[in-house]
């Protein structure tokens, strides 16, 4: 079997590993709370209690991120589960110290979900019922002090 060949297999074996993918598309600071000079978001996301990255800052106050926000990871095969829970957290980025914003419509400011990968929905705080895969959420708080409101999706393939 050629290099080239055994490349394409290692490739195709990989793109067969289920992947979670969260996308984040709005940060909103509707009541301008969060800095009077403008907001400067950025966001971590934590899968299975790992954290899978955190963004660059995003500023000039601009509701809609560009490019979207994404963080994903990766399943092998022999790690197939059934309930993932995520945490995403929106900071504002200040000269001495990161406020982080309050997203979540109940307790706390972390918003936690969690996928169930045999019916591809999510639940979580703020969220009725659930949602299917794919399916855009806008969810946040609107109380006083750091709040904030985002767009995102949850991906499983």
């Known amino acids: 079997m050629s ?86 957290q929106i900071f504002d980025q200040d000269t001495v110290y990161d406020d982080q914003v309050d997203i979540n419509p109940n307790r706390g400011e972390t918003l936690h979900l969690y996928l169930d990968t045999n019916l591809r929905q999510v639940t979580g705080d703020g969220i009725q019922g659930y949602q299917s895969v794919g399916d855009w959420i806008a969810i946040g708080e609107d109380d006083t002090g750091d709040d904030a409101r985002i767009q995102f999706k949850v991906d499983w393939k």
């Open 3 to 88: 290099n080239a060949q055994n490349n394409t297999e290692k490739f195709d074996v990989l793109t067969l590993q289920p992947q979670l993918k969260i996308t984040l598309s709005e940060v909103h600071d509707d009541d301008g709370d969060v800095e009077g000079n403008g907001a400067d978001f950025y966001a971590k996301v934590w899968i299975e209690g790992s954290l899978v990255g955190n963004t660059a800052v995003f500023d000039n106050n601009n509701n809609h991120i560009y490019p979207n926000w994404e963080f994903t990871k990766i399943y092998p095969l022999s790690h197939y589960p059934t309930t993932i829970p995520i945490q995403i």
